[in-house]
């Protein structure tokens, strides 16, 4: 079965910083894989997603994932934190085998950002 | 697009009495998912449709629960009799397929307090 795991429920960064959430999978075969961002009293959106051969897949504000088939992982990472990203953020994975089950969600790494 | 629409936004309820939360999906896409979202559990898949038929409902936590999509643009997710643990931040998402490469559009939610 698959699964994700998000490592740190919280993370803290000072402002232009370097933002790095850590996300590793669990899959027999190369999954697809998706950040969601979700700001306060808001729903999650969609932040990125890895769908295909290219590795590194940038996103919304700033934000890229590197697809890493050796480490199973799918880190999300800004070179430059601005107060306004301080959210919840989450990794989720899906079958590459074909459309059926569901988006597996990790459990979530709230992000602060300190002045 | 308007994206997933979901209403009420807020609602305030007394125990034991029904609820009822609305959810529009966006056009064309043929999956909807039921999510709670607390403190203390996170993100809880709840049930989940594809071309309105439900295709697991193992989330649901109890038969107060129940959830309907009686066509393409429309579904409900009801409780009743409502209780103080089943407050928290209901969201309702849609997407092409259940899963696949396609990611999920959630709406804004509601959020539901039980006094």
């Known amino acids: 079965a698959q699964s994700v795991t998000q490592l740190g429920s919280h993370v803290s960064v000072s402002e232009g910083a370097l933002v790095l959430l850590r996300c590793n999978y669990s899959?027999?075969?190369?999954?697809?894989l998706f950040w969601y961002v979700q700001y306060p009293n808001q729903g999650l959106q969609l932040l990125l997603k890895?769908?295909?051969?290219?590795?590194l897949v940038k996103g919304i504000n700033g934000f890229e994932a590197e697809f890493k088939k050796s480490e199973t992982s799918f880190h999300l990472t800004k070179p430059s934190a601005h107060m306004s990203d301080a959210a919840e953020y989450f990794c989720?994975?899906?079958?590459?085998?074909?459309?059926?089950?569901?988006?597996?969600f990790g459990k979530g790494t709230k992000l602060s950002v300190k002045p | 697009d308007a994206g997933v629409i979901q209403s009420p936004r807020h609602e305030v309820t007394e125990m034991g009495q029904e609820v009822t939360l609305r959810c529009k999906p966006i056009?064309?896409?043929?999956?909807l998912f039921w999510y709670r979202q607390t403190m203390m559990r996170g993100l809880e898949l709840l049930i989940y449709?594809?071309?309105?038929?439900?295709?697991?409902d193992s989330g649901m936590p109890e038969d107060r629960f129940s959830a309907k999509m009686p066509n393409a643009s429309f579904s409900t997710l009801k409780i009743q009799p409502s209780e103080p643990r089943d407050s928290a931040v209901y969201f309702c998402?849609?997407?092409?397929?259940?899963?696949?490469?396609?990611?999920?559009?959630f709406g804004s939610g509601t959020r539901l307090t039980v006094v």
């Open positions: 998402a849609s997407s092409l397929a259940t899963g696949g490469p396609y990611g999920y559009t």
């Open positions: 899959s027999s075969v190369p999954p697809y």
């Open positions: 890895y769908t295909s051969a290219a590795t």
């Open positions: 989720a994975v899906s079958d590459r085998g074909g459309s059926q089950g569901n988006l597996i």
């Open positions: 056009s064309g896409h043929n999956s």
């Open positions: 449709f594809n071309n309105n038929v439900p295709i697991d």
